[in-house]
């Protein structure tokens, strides 16, 4: 394989494309899949025989705006329609070539238009089973350039000037993280792909691997050259089931293709990807943990240093990056880092997909330049909260971040604005709340969340995120006292300073930014036995008969 | 691997066959225990004591370690599974739209608690950490199958026909 083969399968598939007259790109990610694409997509393709024209029919990954699902694309006009049945079918299929089908058609223009799509350049275009589509739409192009044309020190100096922040959540920057594997010294070094997307309400992850599996395996194995690795391994959740065969089957078909495997494109770099299945553990998505868990082990974590970049995985140097933050690498390499860094805010470039979600009018993913105001995410692309109420908070970084208030709507979204605002960027998830959620069962939950999914082996983090269980629930059911409040903020601090890992040091996020911002609804629950959303149910104070 | 004896396969039954295609595909290496475990729980459904017992000799690893892997992560049951299994998705966007309710619902009407499975093994009720289907919160897992913004009606209206079977 070289980029003249490369192009010569993209012209390929542009050929077989061309003795089609239409093109229908049905989404069949997961949202869509539920609400019955398969049956759309089979109408279609009995619509389209009936009718004698020459539809192509193409089965996509998500194109973002689930909220509206089941979703199509009709090209050329890229025509987006919305909550289509198989009903529908004929019509569609009638009107390619004349006016679009007038109830189906979706004013989402606002919604896209302040939308930059990098990570997600190929969602809802590309058949992802199809290593052809993707090679037509410039795959693999930044792979084999990088094979015949740079120098491993060269490919970490791209990615550096890009200025590209790790996209699992703590915003690592990935060149240095690049840079340190590659100096590290050991014949034998590894690179893992953090697909263990555990933080409740963030689905972008599982939307990559699942609509663009060769963006991941791409990037993965330019990390390979570039940090002189010969294996890697993708770390997935099993939660995902379609998510482990997509990249099943697209780690054959590049194989099959010469892309992965010895001596890629004649050149001597030989690399290889193995899957391995998470099994339900949040702390695993902590390198440490993580690689634990891919040496069979259970997920606990260990302290740091030694970092995984000197000794990771069976101890060996091992560079271990989000799903996202390698499917922008080919991008990166293709346009160049300054192109990168050309988008974003003064320290965070580029672009970050969100899953957006909740009280919200247009769920789904969505894909912004960094440094966007997340009044323009709420208001404009989320088109507001539905339903006559009114705006609480958006809660960013899952079970390690915080809850952001209406009064701070105006600031940019980065990895430190969010940080300031006492949350963090996290993977990206945005769970929108409005007033009929109440922020001390929203704390509760989370505490919860992270209270069943300590690993159990330091003990601040075991036994804190337990007792500010108690002390919420009893907050929650109306039974706490002002003191139980200022043992909650001691503990806060306990666990957040003196946990092992980022599970247990950023548990109190969520507690700590909504009694930052909301402790009138902690003192209302307390001091006068009222929850002012009607979400918790108070114990009723057991009356003394005399 | 020829010097080291594997043991006896707990039974006849041919799925034991796929269990150690597993570990033979992995080269009986130690790190294959999740991986394997996943293997005889998608198999056999759950994992129970002769599972792990065989698994842990035929991979060489302590018992203990081979019990503690399959009590730590969430995605092994060391029981069967009902006959049917509906499972609520308890994410945070799924939260944020009752799915607490769904779950207080449905262990009503089953008689049961969330991880456990009625006593006529008809119905297992589980709950989910996320399953990614977000947007359509509140999500429910019908046998595996998706089902989105659910309500409380819709949910029990399934149940009872599974319960009537």
Redesign the interface.
Known sequence: MNIEELEQIAEGVRQENAQYDYEVNVCMD??C???GADKLREALVQAAEASGKKVLIRRTGCMGP??H?PLIRVDHADTLYRKVNAGHAESIVNSLGGEPVPELQCDLNEHFGSQVRVVLENAGYIDPEKIEDYIARDGYKALLTVLTEMTPAGVVHRITESKLRGRGGAGYPTGLKWGTVAKASGDMKYVVCNGD???????MD?SVMEGDPHRVIEGMAIAGYAVGAKKGFIYVR???PVAVSRLTTALREARRRGLLGNDICGTPFSFDIEI???????VCGEETALIA???????TPKPRPPYPAVSGLWSKPTLINNVETFANIAPIIRNGGKWFANMGSERSKGTKVF?????ISN??LIEVPLGIKLRKIIEVIGGGVPGGHTFKAV?TG?PSGGCIPAEMLDIGVSYDALMAAGSIMGSG?M?V?DDT?CMVN?AR??IE?CMTES?GKCIPCRAGTAQMYTLLTRICNGTATMDDLELLENLCSTVKEASLCGLGQTAPNPVLSTLKYFRNEYIEHIVNKRCPAGVCSMETPVEVLA | MSALTSPPLPSDDKRWKIVNGTMRKNGY???????T??TVQSSFGYLDDDAIRFVARSLR?PLS?AY??AT?????SLKPPGKHTVTVC????C???GADKLIAAAEKRLGIQQGQTTSDGQVSLMT??????????PVLLCDG????EMSREQMIEQLERWTVE
């Open positions: 997961l949202a899949a539920s609400q689930c909220s699902g997307e555990g933080d409740p309400g963030a689905f599982r099993a939660e995902y391995r299945l998470g099994a339900g553990a949040f868990s891919i040496e069979g082990k259970r997920g899953a957006l979600t909740g009280r769920t789904g809660q899952g998830g769970i709340m959620s929203v939950f989370f969340f690993c | 290496a130690r790190h294959a225990l999740i991986e475990l996943h690893v370690q503690g892997v730590f992560y969430h995605y092994f308890a994410g945070t966007a939260y944020i739209k989910a950490r996320c399953v990614g289907a977000c947007s359509r919160a199958e998706v089902s989105g």
